[in-house]
C-alpha cells in the first residue's frame, strides 16, 4: 500500500547561484517538478510514495531518477522516452525570492506520458493520488492524466489537485482555464494560490471565490496559499485565515508544493476519512504546513530545501506563529 501516488512532471530547475568571474551569471541543476516535490516531502517524513511521469533518456532523466531513489520516493513507474528530452526550467529570481521561469519543453518528456505507460495497480493501492494542471497543458500528457485521476476517483483513492498555473505552457489564459477546470470535478483537496483562484473563478474576494468552487464541484477541503501572509482555508461551515512564519526567504520554488506535501501528511497520519477531520483540527494541520513552505523559501531548490521532520518540529517550537 502507498500512502501517496503522484502523477506529473518531474523535470530539471536552473535555480540561480550567483555571478561567474566573467560577470556570467551561474545556475545550479536541482531537480524540479511539483508532484515530484510533493512526494519529496513526504517521503522525507517516512510515508511511501510513488512517483507516475516521463523523463528524456539523457543525463538529466537519469538524475532525476537518482533524486527521487534517494530520498525514497518510489520510481516502479518512472518512464524514459527515447524521442523527448527531460524538461528545463530556468528560475529566475527577484530580490525578494520570488520566481519567474523560462521554459524549454518542445517538447519535453513529461508531455509525451501515455496512458499505456501507466500501472493502474500502482493508483489502486494508493491511500492519496494526487495531480497537478502542468501534465495536461499538452496531448497525450493530458488525456493519460484526466484518464489516471478519473481511475482513482472510481477506486475512491482520496484526490489531491494543485491547479499549478504556469502562464508560459499555455496558449493563453482561457485553455488554461478550461483544462484546470476539468481537474477540480475530481478534487477532494484543493491547493491553490490566490492567482489561480481569480483565474478560476473570476471573484477577487477570496472567501466568495472558495464558496463558490466548493458549492459548484463539491470540494471538500479548498486552500488557498498566501505567500508569506499564509493560507486560507474551508472545510464545511469551517473557514479560518492561518498566518505563515516570518523567515529570509531565498528561493520561494517549491514552498507551496512542500505546503502541500505537509498538509497530505498531517491528514495520512491522522488516519481519519477526511469528511471526519473537523475544521479546528485542519487549523493546526495547515500551521504545520505553513511551517514546512516557510522553511523551504530559506533555501535554494524544492527538493534539496525540504526539511526532515525533527527540523519542522523544532521551528514551530522555537518560532511564534504571528
Same mark, same amino acid.
Given at each position: 500500500?502507498?500512502?501517496?501516488?503522484?502523477?506529473?512532471?518531474?523535470?530539471?530547475?536552473?535555480?540561480?547561484?550567483?555571478?561567474?568571474? #566573467?560577470?556570467?551569471? =551561474?545556475?545550479?541543476? @536541482?531537480?524540479?517538478? &511539483?508532484?515530484?516535490?510533493?512526494?519529496?516531502? $513526504? *517521503?522525507?517524513?517516512?510515508?511511501?510514495?510513488?512517483?507516475?511521469?516521463?523523463?528524456?533518456?539523457?543525463?538529466?532523466?537519469?538524475?532525476?531518477?537518482?533524486?527521487?531513489?534517494?530520498?525514497?520516493?518510489?520510481?516502479?513507474?518512472?518512464?524514459?522516452?527515447?524521442?523527448?528530452?527531460?524538461?528545463?526550467?530556468?528560475?529566475?529570481?527577484?530580490?525578494?525570492?520570488?520566481?519567474?521561469?523560462?521554459?524549454?519543453?518542445?517538447?519535453?518528456?513529461?508531455?509525451?506520458?501515455?496512458?499505456?505507460?501507466?500501472?493502474?495497480?500502482?493508483?489502486?493501492?494508493?491511500?492519496?493520488?494526487?495531480?497537478?494542471?502542468?501534465?495536461?497543458?499538452?496531448?497525450?500528457?493530458?488525456?493519460?492524466?484526466?484518464?489516471?485521476?478519473?481511475?482513482?476517483?472510481?477506486?475512491?483513492?482520496?484526490?489531491?489537485?494543485?491547479? #499549478?498555473?504556469?502562464? =508560459?505552457?499555455?496558449? @493563453?489564459?482561457?485553455? &488554461?482555464?478550461?483544462?484546470?477546470?476539468?481537474? $477540480? *470535478?475530481?478534487?477532494?483537496?484543493?491547493?491553490?494560490?490566490?492567482?489561480?483562484?481569480?483565474?478560476?473563478?473570476?471573484?477577487?474576494?477570496?472567501?466568495?471565490?472558495?464558496?463558490?468552487?466548493?458549492?459548484?464541484?463539491?470540494?471538500?477541503?479548498?486552500?488557498?496559499?498566501?505567500?508569506?501572509?499564509?493560507?486560507?482555508?474551508?472545510?464545511?461551515?469551517?473557514?479560518?485565515?492561518?498566518?505563515?512564519?516570518?523567515?529570509?526567504?531565498?528561493?520561494?520554488?517549491?514552498?507551496?508544493?512542500?505546503?502541500?506535501?505537509?498538509?497530505?501528511y498531517q491528514i495520512l497520519t491522522s488516519e481519519k476519512n477526511i469528511h471526519d477531520i473537523q475544521g479546528i483540527e485542519f487549523k493546526?494541520?495547515?500551521?504545520?504546513?505553513?511551517?514546512?513552505?516557510?522553511?523551504?523559501?530559506?533555501?535554494?531548490?524544492?527538493?534539496?530545501?525540504?526539511?526532515?521532520?525533527?527540523?519542522?518540529?523544532?521551528?514551530?517550537?522555537?518560532?511564534?506563529?504571528?
Amino acid at each position: 500500500m502507498y500512502d501517496a501516488v503522484a502523477l506529473g512532471e518531474l523535470l530539471i530547475d536552473f535555480t540561480p547561484a550567483g555571478i561567474s568571474s #566573467n560577470e556570467c551569471s =551561474l545556475f545550479e541543476q @536541482n531537480p524540479g517538478g &511539483a508532484p515530484a516535490n510533493v512526494l519529496g516531502v $513526504l *517521503a522525507k517524513l517516512n510515508m511511501k510514495t510513488e512517483f507516475i511521469g516521463k523523463v528524456g533518456r539523457d543525463q538529466f532523466g537519469y538524475f532525476l531518477k537518482d533524486v527521487l531513489e534517494n530520498i525514497q520516493v518510489g520510481t516502479r513507474n518512472l518512464v524514459f522516452d527515447d524521442e523527448a528530452n527531460t524538461t528545463l526550467a530556468f528560475v529566475h529570481l527577484d530580490d525578494n525570492g520570488d520566481r519567474k521561469f523560462s521554459f524549454y519543453r518542445n517538447p519535453g518528456a513529461d508531455m509525451m506520458l501515455r496512458e499505456e505507460d501507466i500501472d493502474f495497480n500502482i493508483i489502486d493501492n494508493a491511500k492519496v493520488f494526487h495531480f497537478g494542471s502542468v501534465s495536461m497543458t499538452h496531448e497525450p500528457a493530458r488525456s493519460t492524466t484526466l484518464k489516471a485521476v478519473e481511475y482513482a476517483k472510481a477506486k475512491k483513492v482520496l484526490v489531491s489537485y494543485d491547479p #499549478n498555473y504556469r502562464p =508560459l505552457l499555455w496558449k @493563453n489564459a482561457d485553455e &488554461a482555464k478550461q483544462y484546470m477546470e476539468k481537474g $477540480l *470535478a475530481y478534487a477532494d483537496i484543493l491547493k491553490v494560490s490566490e492567482e489561480e483562484l481569480q483565474l478560476l473563478t473570476d471573484i477577487t474576494d477570496i472567501e466568495q471565490a472558495v464558496r463558490y468552487l466548493e458549492i459548484k464541484y463539491n470540494i471538500p477541503l479548498i486552500v488557498v496559499t498566501l505567500g508569506d501572509k499564509g493560507s486560507y482555508f474551508k472545510k464545511s461551515d469551517y473557514e479560518a485565515y492561518v498566518p505563515s512564519y516570518k523567515v529570509k526567504a531565498v528561493d520561494t520554488t517549491g514552498a507551496g508544493d512542500g505546503f502541500l506535501g505537509g498538509l497530505l501528511y498531517q491528514i495520512l497520519t491522522s488516519e481519519k476519512n477526511i469528511h471526519d477531520i473537523q475544521g479546528i483540527e485542519f487549523k493546526k494541520m495547515i500551521g504545520f504546513a505553513n511551517a514546512i513552505g516557510a522553511l523551504m523559501t530559506t533555501k535554494r531548490g524544492a527538493i534539496p530545501a525540504i526539511p526532515a521532520l525533527k527540523e519542522i518540529e523544532e521551528f514551530i517550537d522555537n518560532n511564534i506563529n504571528e
